[in-house]
């Protein structure tokens, strides 16, 4: 059986979100920011964990649904992040994998529903 490499590339992101978030300063505006971003990129994984075990077609599309959802929002506080001021190599790296990510899910969806 062929391994399915998202299963590990959205792990992987959840992972390298949080190890990311520990190296911005504490304040409340990052506070909330960072809860949200964990919240949202952490869900990204779970459920596309969970599509793969889905009972119908319909319940895959479900889930994918979710799973975009909530890549568009991780992209969103990583957007929000980098416009405030903190920028580095990391959250550019973090930026892209979200996009990419946000168009894997896009095109899972939309192929779907053909």
Known sequence: MKENSLLGRTFDFSVNIVLFLRTLP???ELKIIKYQLIKSVTS???NYEESQGASSKADFNNKIRIVLREARE????LRLIAAIGYN????NKLLQESKE???IFGAIL???KQ
């Open 101 to 103: 990510l946000k168009n």
């Open 26 to 28: 504490y304040n409340d």
């Open 44 to 46: 990204v994984g779970a």
């Open 88 to 91: 580095s190599a990391e959250l």
């Open 74 to 77: 991780s992209n969103y506080w």
């Open 110 to 112: 939309l192929k779907g």
